[in-house]
Every structure is written in C-alpha cells, then in structure tokens.
C-alpha cells in the first residue's frame, strides 16, 4: 500500500483543521494528576481518552513511544491500538520515537514505523540524523515508498542541543544548517509541500540565520509548558511559519480527563495558532 504522500495529506489536515499537533505523552506524574494509577490500565484509559476527545479536531497527534515502551510489550500493545484508533478516526500520527543508527539497523527501525504492514505503522516518525545525515537512507526511502514522512532533529529546544547543531563545519556552516539543507533537497519539487520536516523549537528565539524555507513542515516543539507562544511563531519561523506544525503536549494533556476542558484548551490553542500564522 502506498499512501498519498505524506507532506500532501499533512497540508491538507493542517488547512482543514488548523496546523495544532497534540502529543501524547503519559508520564507518570501526569497519569497520577489524572488519578489514574502507572500502570497498564491507566495507560491504556489516558491515550484512549486523549484520542476520543481531540481525533475528530486536532490535525496530529504526536505520541512519544519512550512513555509506552516503559510498560514492556504490553505497553507497546497500547501504543499499537493508539496509533490504529487515531489514524481510523482520520487523525495524522507522528511517532514521536527519535531513531537513529545505521545500515540494518536503521532499516529495522523503519520497517517498525513506517511499513504499511507493522502493527506500529505511523504517518511519520522522528530521527535523530547525528550518525550523519546519510544514514537516514532507509528511513528516507521506505518513507518515499510507502507516503509517509521523517521529521530529522535540526534545531531541538533543548539547551544541550546547541553543541552540536550548532557546531560550524570545516566549510562554515552549521550542523543544523546543513540537516535543513539536506531536507531541503529531499523536498525539492514537492506540491504542496513535502514529506521530510524538521524539529525546530518554538522556544530558540531569533533564528534568522537559519534557512528554515525547506518546503517541508517544521515541527516545533515548546507551545504552552515550555513557555513559547503562538504569538512567537512568526517571529521564529519568518517565511516559514505556515508549514510549521505547533506541538502542545502539557499545555492541553493537564486538562485531562476531563474531556470538555481537553477538548476545550485544544480549541483555544488551534485558534491562537491560526490567528498568528495567518495575519
């Protein structure tokens, strides 16, 4: 099976239903301030409450695999049955999974995620390119194969990140100058936008310096707990910003369970996102 490629249908969803993207992410401190226990039942009540709540509003979901992966295959079992109720009620999911390695391995790690046929296949996973950009190969081309996307760590939010993304080659550009460069090749041509994105906090300020026009979505971490706004979007993203796909996790998950007041802050930050994209 190969989709419709992934940047198109991200497009779509982003137009139709605004560009929010809402993680996923049940940490034990949040499934205890949702009274639920951290354990299998309270995994499994917390994604499928998320998912019915927020499947029919929000363009992306964005699940990070770490908070099931912890819970052994059961766990996984969760994260598979998320995935599977979110894509069937018309949802993009974003593996939130940050792989990364080479040859085989890499390969493995694709087939995982972005094979039609796994039990875990997502719309686009997160990859880590610091084994050097090449060694996406077999993420990159499964993705092309089968319409589905990578979002590569560029310029992450995280304070640690600097010292290398930023890090100057011996030819006087950046590290994450040069994943956006290779980004922007792999999207060249593509209509209306591409299939290969970015990572690129929202909290990292001026970024001017950087070329962040890849034709392809930006997904951009930080919204809401981490202190960015949907007002700091233009700003940060110039030209960019409306391929930019604001991710919100904290900021609407502590609402739960309560699923009028998720349904309620999702609302509220779609809103603020498109008034600031768009003006």
Not at 268 to 279: H, M, Y
Request: hydrophobic share 45%.
């Amino acid at each position: 099976m190969t989709l419709t490629p992934f940047g198109t249908r991200l497009r779509a969803a982003m137009d139709s239903r605004g560009p929010l993207c809402v993680g996923i992410d049940p940490h034990a401190a949040l499934l205890a301030q949702w009274g639920l226990k951290d354990d299998i039942a309270g995994l499994e009540r917390f994604s499928r409450t998320v998912v019915e709540a927020l499947a029919e509003s929000v363009a992306v979901f964005k699940p990070q695999a770490a908070f099931f992966e912890r819970f052994g295959s059961k766990g996984v079992a969760v994260l598979e049955q998320t995935v599977a109720d979110a894509r069937a009620a018309g949802t993009l999911v974003v593996m939130d999974a940050k792989r990364g390695d080479i040859g085989s391995t890499m390969a493995a790690y694709a087939s995982a995620f972005l094979d039609p046929a796994s039990p875990l296949f997502s719309d686009a996973l997160t990859v880590s390119p610091y084994l050097g950009y090449g060694s996406l190969a077999p993420a990159v081309e499964l993705a092309r194969e089968s319409g589905a996307g990578l979002f590569v760590l560029a310029l992450t939010s995280n304070p640690e990140g600097a010292e290398v993304q930023r890090a100057v080659r011996e030819d006087g550009r950046s590290i994450g100058a040069t994943m956006l460069a290779h980004l922007a090749a792999e999207n060249a041509g593509a209509s209306p936008m591409g299939s290969f994105g970015a990572v690129v906090g929202a909290t990292l300020g001026d970024l001017s310096s950087f070329d962040l026009d890849i034709n392809g979505p930006l997904l951009a971490p930080g919204i809401g707990a981490q202190g960015a706004t949907a007002a700091d979007l233009p700003a940060v993203f110039g030209k960019a910003v409306r391929n930019v796909v604001p991710n919100v996790s904290r900021g609407v998950l502590k609402h739960g369970p309560d699923v009028s007041a998720l349904r309620d802050s999702a609302r509220r930050f779609a809103d603020e996102i498109r008034e600031a994209v768009s003006a």
